[in-house]
């Protein structure tokens, strides 16, 4: 089939300067800027919301896990599939979080692959800080601070051609 045509049997090598690497296979991974490489790593993760009880949102190469109450068995149906699949998952850039207003003592406990998931207090999504206890301080500030850097470039450039700025009365 030529999809394996594509995949299979490719060398790279790595150019410095005006020095050229040997050629070495590569065993793994779809051609990066590929037309076909968004639509093949989705085809190859869409397995995944077979295998396990949580809701998943995939996003890019990125995914996020959650559920009410997820349950440790799960992350072992995750770690299987990642060695099925010759693929590996980042258990330090995943975060376990728990969102609630309680005051919950007990410490979250997941593991993928025997790695210890890292418990946090809050998370980036798609750009968004979200906190576990629900509040959108951090969101607020880095909003702020991030338009506060965005005027401050405006303005720089504004006195640099000597536009003067004044408010509307």
Known sequence: MWIGEFLLGRTQRIRVERQLSEEVRVKSTVPQGSVLGPLLFLDYVNVIWRIIETTIRPFA?????YRKIIINEDMEKLGMWTVEN?????ASKSKAIRFTRARLKD?????????????????KYLGIILRGDSIWADQVNYAVKKASKALHFTMRILCVKGVIVTPND
């Open 86 to 90: 010759s693929t590996k998952i980042n």
């Open 61 to 65: 190469d990125d995914c996020v896990i």
């Open 107 to 123: 410490p979250l406990n997941y593991s993928l692959m025997d790695a210890l998931i890292p418990e946090a207090s809050s998370c």
